[in-house]
Structures are given as C-alpha cells and as structure tokens.
C-alpha cells in the first residue's frame, strides 16, 4: 500500500514538473546533461580500454544515442507546446522585430570604430554587404589539436613580421569558403587571431540569412551568399560579450533573455520570442551564432559555458550552430567542443582578397569621380612592398592602412613613417568612446612595455608584470606629467576599450593560476615601439650617461646562430633597424657605426659578420645618413659575400631588400670591385650577386630592346674596367634568366673584353656561356659558336691558363673538339687537378669525336683520382647512347643525373670499384628487373668501360 501512494506520489510530481514550463525544462536539461557526463566518460573508456573491452562500450555507447535522440524529442515536443501557449500573431510580430533589430545591428559597421579626425568618414553609414570581402577558412582535421594550432600561429606571426621560417597556410586548394564548411557540417567553431575576421564572418552570415528572410533583393548582391546552405534560417546572434555570470551559468533561456535585452527588444516580446526562437531551433529552423567565446573573461566559466552549447547541440540536433573564438582563449578551456562540431581557422586575406577590398572601401568612402584612381592607389599600395603586403593580411590591419592612406593621401614609403601612422589610427581605433587616448600618455608607456618584451623575447606579457612595469616607469620618468593622468590599471583598461594596439591574448598559468596575457596586435607594432624607446631613451634602467650609440652598439653585439649561421638577435633585429631610421640626423652616422661594431675585440669574428648584415639591412630603409659611413657600411658587406653556393640566407635577404633602395648602384659597384681583385676561385660569389642585382633592375615582364642591347654593348668596351665587368655580369644575369637573345655585336664585345685580364676573361666567357646552348639542350636555342669562335675561345683558354674559371666556362662554351690536334692539347685538361676545368673538359670531350678524345677518356678510365675515373666513365657511357635501364646501372643509387645536364663527378660509379653479388640483387630489386638482366648488363658494359665484376 504504501509503495502504491509513493508511486502515485512521484507520478503526480512528475506530472506538475511538465506542467509548469520553466521546471519541466530544468528537468530534461538535467536528464540530458546526466546522459552526456555518461556519454563522455564511455568515449574516454573506448579509447583507453582494451579491444576485448570496445564491444560493451559500444554497445552501451549505442544505448545511450538512443537515449539521447529520446531526450531530444522531448524537447521538440516541450518546444512545440510552448509555442501553442502563444497567440500566432504576437510570435510573428516578435520575431518579425527582432530580425529588425538584428539587421541594423550586423549588416551597419560601427561607426565608432573609425579613427579620430575622419569626420567626414564617420557622418556615413557603412553597410557590411558593401565592404565585406570573403573570407577563407582552413578547416582541421581530425581532433583539434590547440597547441600545435598555437605553434602555426606564432610563426605566422614571425612570418608576418618578416622572420624566418614558415607560417604559410594550407595549400590554397585546401582554403573554403564558412558557407561551404556550414552546408557540410552544421556545426563550426571559427578560430582565428583578433583583427581575422571572425566576428565579420559572424556577421555576413546573419545579414544574408536575414535578407534572405525579408525577401530582400540585396541577398542577391552581398558577397560570396552562393556558397551557404540554401535554407530560410533565422539567425541568432549572441555575443559572449554580453551576457553576465547568470546567463552564462544558466540555461538556454537565460541566455536568450540577456541577448534580446541587449538587443532594445521591447520587454512585452521577449517572451513570446523566446518561445518562438526555441520552436524553430528545435525543428531546425534557426541558426546559432555564438560570436566570441574568448571574451567570457574566466577560463572556468568559458569551458563551463562550452559544455552548455554541447547541451544546447544535443537537445536540439537539427538547429544549426556557429561558435567564434581566438586561438589562445579556446585552447585555454583544455578541452574542445564535442558532439559533431568542425574546427575551422580563418586564414589571411590573399592578393585578391586585398584587391576586392581595396576597390569596395574605395566605392563606400570615395566620391564618384575620384573612385577607379583612389583604388588603382590603394591596391598599388598594398602590394609595393613586401612588409606592408605581410602586414595587410589580417583585415583589420588592412583597414588601418586603408585608412593611413586615406589620412595622408598615400602610404610613406619609409617603414617607420608607415608605423608611425599606424600606430596612431590603432590608438584611437575606439569601440564605445568618442574620447581620444591621449599620446602623449600612451606613446610612452607603450614604449616601455614592447622595449622589455623585446629584450625578454616575447610577444606576450601577464597584466601583473604589465602593471609593475608601468609602475616602474612612473617612478623613473616623473617628467612625462601626462603618466599622472591614470594608474596603470586605469591605462590598461583604457587601452583595451579605446585602442586596436594592445589586446588580451588569453590566460595563461603563472603562480599556480591562470591569468590575463597581452601582446600588441601586430609583432612589427612591438619592434617598431621598441624602436623608439631607444630613441626616446625609454626603457626599464634607462642610463642617461650612455649615448644611444653605445645602447645600440650592445644590443647589436648580441648574436645567435640559427640554421648554421650567426645572426645578430632575432629580438632585437627589426627594432634596430627601425631605431636607425627613427633616430635623429646627429646620431645616425654614430649608430650605424655602431651596429656595424668596426672596433670588435680580437677573438669575436663571429660578430664582425652578423653585424655587418644588419647594417646593411639598416640601409635598405634609407636612413639620413651621410655618404661616408654608407661606403664604409658597404664596402664591409661585399668583402663577406661568401661561396656562391653557401649563401646565408640573411645575406641574401639583406641583398634584395638594398634593390629597392638607393644604394643599390653602389652595392653593384662595390660587388663588381670585388670581383676584380678577388682569387679566381672566389669570384663567383660576388660576380652573381652583381649580376643578380642588374636583373632585379628591371621589371620581369619587361622586354629587352635592341637599345638597351646596344647600351650594354657599348659599356662592354668601357674605359673603366668596372663597368666593363658589370656589363658582362649583367649580360651574364640575363642570358641565364633567358631574357636576352644572341647578338652578334655583343659576343663581339665580349671577345674584346675578355681579352683585357684574367678577371675580364673570367666575367666575358661566363656571359658567353650562358647565351650560348652549347650542353644545355634543356635551355631555349641560343648562340652556337662558329669555327672561328671556337678558335679564340681556344685562345682564350691558352692564354689564361692560370685562371681555372676562364678555362671552365671557355670550354663550356665550344661545341666541339676541332681536331685531333686541339683534342691532344685539351686532353691535359682531362687530368687536371682543377676540378672545374676538368669537369668541363670532359664534357667536351663526351660531345667529340676522334682517336685522341676516346684515348685521353679511356686514359681517365684509369687515373688514379676516383672523380676523373667516374667522370670520364659518365661521358663514355653518353658517348654509348645507353638506355635507361643501363644508365642507372651506372648510378652509385641508380638514380644519375640525366646525362644531358653534365658530368658531375658524383653522378657515376667510379669503375674500379668491385661489382659484387650486393650490388646485383639491390638494383634488381630497385629497378624492378631480374637479376639475370641486371648480371647480365653488366657483364656487357664491363668491356667498354672498364668494370670490375666479382664473379669474372
């Protein structure tokens, strides 16, 4: 009996917890969340336990979906019930206003946003469908993995910057559009950096499905629509941003709430729109766009409020959902968003990204008339330079140069007068104030926080630390009275909510908790501000005594190594060049001498390289300084250009950033200089930067006329003997590049020249090397010499015999051996202990015919050098026109060069090695023949060329 009156007793509850709605739904939500824990906890089990175990799991895993899908249903029909509780014109005329309100505050920018002093720009409404650009997402397979997402983001900040190393996307094939990613999923987490576009992507998404909704015929227009799913959702915003602790904490319905009150819906709707909202989520008629999952400020609360949107997910599977985050904030929570949801990161703009962009903000904020020039500037802007075009990528960045330029009237063409003007547009880049930061209180400060960053080697700072700092800086520049304006707290709250320069990057653990870190929105922002706190003497132990020569001179002497070459410190590289360019014209001369480091102790050569590199950097951003310390800046870097083929890659970057600048005749100069003094075997490398120069000179798709041919010919028979050079080199550059074709009056010159030195010779015959296709048949056809020809180069060769290199590209060029008695001379050649000269002689030797030729290549069959003996068995073996199969039987990895591109010593077995029963059954193995065949070839080409079987 009294089991009967319990039952009906938790029967009858039962009963009045669905008839009361808000009860009835804390009801299922607490059944569904006990289903999930359960759920989580048999996933982790499946993946821990052993196979014999998976089995139950599975099966037990197979219950629960059945469950859940139960659950769901229940909520569809709670949904449903809800809805006929209302009056259907009131749920129409709710939803009908709040897609009122939704599009005015998605589709309008905010106005707020724009920079101090653009009035005119700001008097406009900016729609979003006239100004949005697509954006692209890479998407993630697999299970997410946060950190090593983290790793690819500070190295595309490194890249961004201009570092070293890659932080390149995905394949542009692998890039696609959000829409597309929606239709395929329905369930996406955007990740990105502040300033990527997440919120944007957000945004466009609402405007066109609220568009689309109201039947509008600018759907049709806004950008990209195409690719979303061809559905008549409604969307629903909600910003993290504004919700409190109750909504985060609380349900599905508190989170409504505190949205549509944000929102200036009129309270007497907000439940009928809540119900309505809920009905069409639950039949999968609305979208969820939670936007900014960062910005709740507690990493507890953010993971708490992410296992509310699982619940949200599983209550109502068929709604649709989107959830925005930075990186650092979601890797934070230490765990990702389950039941069904794709990880997605939006990338950088690319080119044409930039372009689009560049043409609309052009059509919303330029007058007609104005308009196509306005965007021919701007696109040209974008793309002049390197470092802006990396820094572009991000489109808030892109704004602010947008709106640099619209400031200024063009973007400066030095790097630190570009900055500058950034710097300013991101300080009063206001949210939710019409008040500018004052900079002469936030240049300072800032100053001082990215100097120590710097000098610590981070792009990230806890606010504590932050705080001490300014603290510090307080007590040690008490004559900057504008610091006494605000605390350092006040200044960094005031920083966060007026500016675009400092932004809270996440929490990470210091002292056992987490805790907010910062970093400028930008890594180059930081290195440009560390700049000019050397130059204001800004810096935490600041020393009045010591000159900013003798500050930069110590950072300078800090040097790393990095990829085997010794490198001044990557935290202080751009920020000293950028101090150069920023510092005033008295102490420019003194700095640059500084960094160049003239006076270097005995025993750190180490330094005098990297130092020199950087100097040499510091003069692509042309600087005030005088003539005489750039010569000497100079003249320093071309005496270390070293080997030709070992090129660090710092010195090379340091090369083509000076080709834009106005030093770059005299680098050439100094290259070409270089060239004549310089050892014949040390040439090289000078000679090809100077040549590599000249062809950077000119535009790539610029066509070459017979005027400049003629130009360049007449400096070949210059008095002054450094032009001649260049002439040749820059001759050199452009025959290798396939931009210039055979003259005759040009190899005429050549000849001439070539015939004034050893170094001439040297630059003359490689410059006629490379117009010639003589052994390059992989080249377009180019100047093949005549009989007569080849009698002077054979000249040239007797003549200066001394040079190895004159021989090397003399020999390279002639076609073939004339005669019997030229080959009997040449054949010396064959076994000279010059590598170069050797290796082309036997190669002309493989393109001849005759007596001498085959004697002097079988003589080299049986040299005692290992590399005349596989060099000569590679022309022989050219000479035998052998098949594939044979040719790589003759390949110390069976795989050789193909014969056409030369004979390098290293591309042939060397015959006196023994071929043994190894070697048989490993290339029968690799080239898939048996080792009959292969034994068998090789006892055919033994006799020819001299090999040594094991089984003969």
Not at 403 to 411: F, I, P, S, T
Request: charged letters at 30%; one cysteine or more.
């Amino acid at each position: 009996m009294a089991e009967r009156i319990q039952a009906d007793y938790v029967a009858d509850v039962e009963k009045k917890l669905f008839e009361e709605p808000t009860l009835a739904h804390w009801r299922l939500s607490l059944g569904l969340e006990a289903l999930l824990v359960r759920q989580r906890e048999l996933e982790q089990a499946v993946a821990d336990e052993g196979q014999q175990t998976r089995g139950v799991l599975h099966e037990e895993l197979a219950s629960l979906g059945l469950q859940l899908a139960a659950i769901a249903a229940q909520f569809r029909r709670f949904a449903h019930d809800q809805a006929g509780r209302y009056d259907q014109a009131r749920l129409e005329r709710a939803l009908a206003r709040y897609r009122e309100l939704a599009l005015e505050s998605v589709d309008i920018i905010g106005l707020a946003n724009l920079p101090e002093g653009d009035r005119n720009l700001a008097a406009k409404r900016l729609e979003l469908r006239g100004l949005y650009v697509p954006l692209k997402v890479r998407e993630e397979r697999g299970a997410l993995d946060a950190e090593a997402m983290e790793l690819r983001r500070d190295a595309a900040r490194h890249v961004a910057a201009g570092r070293h190393g890659d932080g390149a996307d995905a394949d542009d094939d692998a890039l696609r559009s959000t829409g597309d990613v929606l239709a395929q999923r329905q369930r996406v987490v955007v990740l990105g950096d502040p300033g990527a576009g997440k919120t944007t992507i957000m945004r466009w998404i609402a405007t066109a499905y609220l568009l689309r909704l109201k039947h509008d015929p600018g759907f049709a227009d806004l950008p990209d629509v195409t690719s979303l799913p061809e559905r008549d959702w409604l969307p629903v915003v909600i910003r993290c941003r504004d919700l409190d602790d109750d909504s985060l904490n609380g349900a599905l319905d508190d989170v409504l709430r505190q949205t549509f009150r944000k929102s200036e819906l009129e309270p007497d709707l907000v439940d009928a729109l809540q119900v309505g909202l809920r009905d069409r989520l639950a039949d999968g008629g609305a979208l969820l766009l939670i936007d900014g999952l960062d910005e709740i400020a507690s990493a507890r609360v953010r993971s708490a409020f992410s296992r509310q949107l699982e619940r949200i997910a599983a209550a109502y599977p068929q709604a649709p959902m989107l959830v925005s985050s930075r990186i650092v904030g979601y890797r934070e929570m230490g765990q990702d968003l389950g039941r069904g949801f794709t990880h997605v990161v939006v990338t950088d703009l690319d080119r044409e990204g930039k372009d689009r962009f560049a043409e609309r903000w052009c059509a919303l904020t330029e007058p007609p008339e104005r308009q196509e020039r306005a965007q021919r500037e701007l696109i040209h802007a974008i793309h002049s330079s390197d470092r802006i075009e990396r820094l572009t990528g991000n489109p808030m960045l892109l704004t602010t140069l947008a709106l640099v330029k619209r400031k200024v009237g063009k973007l400066p063409t030095r790097r630190a007068d570009l900055y500058w003007e950034a710097v300013h547009v991101l300080l009063n880049w206001r949210a939710e104030v019409d008040e500018p930061v004052d900079d002469r209180e936030a240049i300072p400060q800032l100053e001082y926080l990215a100097y120590e960053m710097c000098r610590r080697g981070v792009q990230r700072m806890p606010r504590d630390e932050i705080l001490d700092l300014w603290e510090r800086m307080r007590e040690e520049h008490t004559r900057i009275r504008p610091l006494r304006n605000h605390s350092p707290e006040e200044f960094l709250t005031l920083l966060e909510r007026r500016t675009g320069l400092l932004v809270e990057a996440g929490h990470e653990r210091h002292g056992g908790r987490p805790v907010p870190v910062y970093e400028f929105r930008h890594l180059t922002i930081q290195e440009y501000l560390a700049a000019l706190a050397m130059v204001d003497g800004r810096w935490p132990g600041y020393d009045k005594n010591e000159s900013l020569a003798e500050h930069v001179g110590r950072l300078a002497g800090e040097v790393e190594e990095v990829n085997d070459e010794f490198v001044v410190a990557e935290r202080w590289r751009e920020s000293l060049r950028l101090c150069v360019s920023c510092c005033d014209e008295r102490e420019v001369d003194d700095v640059m001498v500084a960094i160049l480091g003239l006076d270097a102790p005995a025993g750190e050569e180490d330094l005098v390289y990297p130092r020199a590199v950087l100097a040499s950097a510091c003069l692509a951003d042309e600087p005030n300084v005088g003539d005489e310390t750039a010569n000497t800046v100079l003249r320093r870097f071309s005496t270390l250009a070293r080997d030709a083929e070992f090129f660090d890659k710092s010195y090379l970057e340091t090369v083509d950033a000076l080709i834009d600048s106005g030093w770059m005749d005299r680098l050439r100069t100094l290259f070409a200089e270089e060239f004549l003094t310089r050892p014949s075997s040390f040439r090289a490398s000078v000679g090809s930067l100077c040549s590599h120069l000249s062809v950077r000179e000119l535009d790539d798709d610029q066509d070459i006329d017979q005027g400049q041919v003629g130009t360049w010919v007449q400096e070949l028979g210059a008095v002054d003997t450094v032009t001649a050079v260049q002439a040749a080199l820059r001759i050199m550059g452009m025959a290798f590049a396939e931009r210039v074709k055979f003259d005759p009056d040009m190899v005429e010159a050549l000849f001439v020249l070539a015939d004034r030195g050893m170094p001439e010779a040297h630059a003359a015959t490689w410059a006629m090397a490379w117009l010639s296709g003589t052994r390059r048949p992989y080249r377009k056809p180019g100047w093949r010499p005549e009989s007569a020809d080849t009698a002077r180069l054979l000249g040239l060769v007797r003549r200066w015999a001394a040079d190895p290199e004159v021989v090397y590209w003399a020999l390279n060029v002639i076609p073939v051996v004339p005669d019997e008695q030229t080959a009997a001379e040449l054949s010396s050649w064959v076994f000279s202990s010059e590598t170069r000269p050797q290796q082309a002689a036997i190669g002309l030797f493989a393109e001849s015919d005759g007596e001498a030729v085959l004697k002097a290549l079988r003589l080299g069959l049986e040299d005692s050098r290992s590399r005349t003996r596989s060099a000569c068995l590679g022309a022989v073996a050219w000479k035998a026109s052998l098949d594939e199969t044979s040719r790589r039987l003759l390949a110390p990895n069976f795989y050789p060069y193909d014969l056409k591109y030369g004979f390098g010593f290293f591309s042939w077995i060397d015959p006196d090695e023994l071929i043994d029963d190894d070697r048989v059954n490993d290339a029968a193995e690799k080239l898939e023949v048996s080792v009959e065949e292969v034994r068998q070839r090789y006892q055919d080409l033994a006799p020819n060329l001299g090999l040594r079987l094991s089984w003969n």
